[in-house]
Nanobody
Framework: QVQLVESGGGLVQAGGSLRLSCAAS??????????VGWFRQAPGKERERVAA????????YYADSVKARFTISRDNAKNTVYLQMTSLKPEDTAVYRC????????????WGQGTQVTVSS
């Protein structure tokens, strides 16, 4: 089993920055060398995969809507994946969740509860 806990969300003004963290626990996370994705969902909208990173960090994915503004990284020694978000826009407002899976494309087996990000204009 794997448990994922997100942190770092909050309220920020447009143009500001936030760094989200996804802390993983459980031996399965490292033994299966899980990839991790960040997803977001705003009220009334479908869930969107915004970024993902492979176990080694050698493969990353970004949605077009966040390219050049968000950066995903990981520290496997700490079992933690980060999402650095810059130049935030009101449309980035959503609940952000991390999930882990066998590849950056999924399927994603375990999910965190999420952290709220609100960007004010």
């Amino acid at each position: 089993q794997v448990q994922l806990v997100e942190s770092g969300g909050g309220l920020v003004q447009a143009g500001g920055s936030l760094r989200l963290s996804c802390a993983a626990s459980g031996r399965t996370f490292s033994s299966r060398r899980y990839a991790v994705g960040w997803f977001r969902q705003a009220p009334g909208k479908e869930r969107e995969r915004v970024a993902a990173i492979s176990w080694s960090g050698g493969t990353t994915y970004y949605a077009d809507s966040v390219k050049a503004r968000f950066t995903i990284s990981r520290d496997n020694a700490k079992n933690t994946v980060y999402l650095q978000m810059t130049s935030l826009k009101p449309e980035d407002t959503a609940v952000y969740r991390c999930a882990c899976g066998t590849t950056t494309m999924g399927p994603f087996d375990y999910w965190g509860q999420g952290t709220q990000v609100t960007v004010s204009s």
